[in-house]
């Protein structure tokens, strides 16, 4: 490494203004730290390996077995056998996951600590530079709860939970995880002056993810093998509880008496109210007022008003509720956006991250309008979240559907481009998505989903639902061409069916993202959907797009299965169905 020294020392030397040294040398160091972080995790030593593991000893084959099932056998091999010890007890695949998920959490330190020595030893930074590598911090902190957590959670399996739930929470942990990487780097791609710093940092961001992509596949392998033999055993189906196919409510309940049922079981534990006639005046300082790590549900009702804020709920305040009075009649709203400065994770009005956040009758809205480009309503990265009769309103990136897994039911969601995006598993259910009128010469994309590796059990699912557009738009919509999404990322997967789709849909369906990027690879899939828009004759020919014809490929992406909602819907008070 003397050699890349020297060319930094003589980079150095050689005429940077005296305003970016500071940077330059913050940079070097994180370079420095990336390096050796790679050096102990990716470097192949051949003697270590023999020293560590004799070649053809059980631990060798456990590791070797273990690691053909990833995506980077060599990194996940090497990762571990260059590490003095930590092979000497490896008997099953449950001790190799366990160490890789020590030694990803170690490397994701070491990146936290890159990223404050940039922050801190620079003073020239712009303001979207520094809000980004906020951004970072913020989800590699995430980063590093998700990866504990998947340890304390291994240490349970197989025995606390359902095979098919403990899969499921390992699997949400571990998707979310390789989400926030690609979370931070994307902070960093908006023009030329980001990607000086993004280039300091995407080594060791990547090097991270593709460690939690090597645990992941561990995992998914090792519980779908476990799950096989289980159903072989058993001689049956696995289901998680005997209500597998249940609706919330009763057919014959309407709808007017479903909400004073549950209207009259919430009793709020504080009130907002704008005019201050409750405890207080702002949802902000409501959500500050909630406990943190709280396992019981808090419940904020918020009075009618306009609320002119930024919220977020941050990942300590867990099971908290914004119930509003009428989805019109209480607002949230900001304008944040890219083009005056923010990136797109941080542009949102409202941000949900604390497990177990719950929303009914709220508009979360963004204001920035068109032509500031992203603009984000909400942001969800809350596991076990669930939204029923909201409105998420803005126009390019409306509603942020980040990470972990998300209900929506009986909601509107409105914008132009990619206005519904992100990698959570998300289920729309009976609500409205309708695209409105952009910026001259855009295309609408209802949907850009973010998966970036196959063993993520992410997606975005519209099911039962109402796809239009909203009035300003219904005039011209021949002018301004709506699909039902582009992949953002490598595997982007949206799955459409039994729903109602208008002809502001154009006869090719989709949109390609650039060229052939992801075409082949992506999961894009409609199944018994309805409405002059829904036919399917003049569709993208693309490798990765199909019309599912069976209904048990469908039942895959139905709540029940795809959100494991069977074990946690009913939780939440509001209506849902879990079949098709």
């Not at 192949?44 to 099932?69: G, M, T, W, Y």
């Not at 799950?227 to 072989?232: L, S, Y």
């Not at 001689?235 to 509880?241: A, G, H």
């Not at 702002?282 to 790590?293: I, L, M, N, Q, S």
Request: aromatic share 8%.
């Amino acid at each position: 490494m003397s050699h890349i020294k020297e060319w930094f020392i003589g980079m150095y030397d050689s005429g940077i203004s005296k305003k970016n040294k500071k940077l330059f040398l913050a940079l070097f160091a994180s370079f420095l730290v990336v390096a050796a972080v790679i050096g102990i995790v990716a470097g192949v030593n051949s003697r270590n390996n023999s020293d560590d593991i004799a070649q053809f000893s059980p631990s060798h084959e456990v590791l070797k077995s273990s690691c053909s099932s990833t995506l980077y056998p060599d990194l996940c091999f090497s990762t571990i056998a260059t590490v003095p010890g930590a092979t000497s007890k490896l008997a099953i695949t449950k001790d190799v996951i366990e160490i890789t998920l020590n030694l990803t959490a170690t490397a994701v330190e070491h990146n936290y600590f890159t990223i404050e020595k940039i922050i801190g030893s620079n003073k020239n930074l712009t303001k979207r530079e520094k809000t980004a590598l906020h951004d970072c911090l913020e989800t590699i902190d995430e980063t590093l709860d998700e990866l504990h957590k998947a340890v304390e959670d291994l240490h349970l399996y197989p025995n606390k939970k359902s095979l098919s739930k403990h899969a499921e929470d390992l699997k949400t942990l571990l998707s979310a995880a390789i989400t926030n990487q690609e979370t931070c780097i994307d902070g960093f791609s908006y023009d030329e002056a980001d990607k000086r710093v993004r280039e300091m940092l995407i080594n060791g961001e990547l090097l991270v993810e593709r460690m939690c992509s090597n645990a992941l596949a561990m995992i998914k392998n090792m519980t779908d093998t476990d799950m096989a033999n289980q159903r072989a055993t058993m001689n049956r189906q696995l289901k998680e509880e005997d209500d597998h196919g249940s609706t919330r409510w009763p057919k014959w309940l309407s709808a007017g008496d479903r909400r004073l049922l549950q209207s009259s079981s919430v009793t709020p534990d504080v009130v907002v109210a704008a005019d201050g006639s409750g405890d207080y005046k702002t949802v902000t300082d409501a959500v500050a007022a909630a406990p943190e790590k709280s396992s019981k549900r808090f419940i904020i009702r918020i009075k009618a008003g306009v609320y002119r804020e930024n919220v977020e709920v941050a990942k300590k305040k867990t099971n908290i509720m914004f119930m509003g009075d009428g989805r019109r009649n209480t607002i949230i709203t900001a304008s944040r956006n890219v083009v005056d400065g923010s990136t797109t994770f941080k542009s949102a009005t409202v941000a949900a991250v604390g497990e177990g956040f719950l929303a009914r009758d709220i508009t979360f809205q963004n204001t920035a309008g068109p032509s500031k480009h992203q603009a984000v309503a909400l942001r969800v990265g809350s596991d076990l979240s669930a939204f029923y009769q909201c409105d998420m309103l803005a126009y390019q990136d409306t509603l942020y559907v980040h990470s972990n897994r998300q209900f929506y039911i009986n909601c509107l969601i409105a914008g132009t481009v990619d206005f519904i995006f992100g990698n959570a598993a998300a289920v729309f259910q009976d609500c409205d998505i309708h695209a409105r009128k952009p910026n001259s010469g855009q295309k609408n994309m209802l949907t850009a989903q973010g998966r970036t590796d196959p063993n993520q059990n992410t997606g975005i699912v519209i099911q039962k639902c109402r796809i239009g557009a909203t009035s300003d738009l219904l005039p011209v919509k021949s002018s301004f061409p709506t699909y039902l999404g582009r992949p953002w990322k490598e595997y982007s997967r949206t799955v459409v069916m039994q729903s109602s789709i208008s002809d502001v849909i154009v006869p090719a369906g989709w949109h390609e993202w650039s060229g052939t990027f992801a075409l082949s690879t992506l999961y894009y899939a409609e199944y018994q959907n309805s409405g002059a828009g829904a036919g399917t004759s003049q569709r993208v020919n693309w490798e990765g797009f199909k019309v599912i014809t069976s209904a048990s490929e469908a039942q895959a992406f139905t709540p029940g299965n795809f959100i494991g909602g069977s074990s946690w819907l009913r939780s939440t008070g509001f209506p849902f169905s879990l079949v098709l």
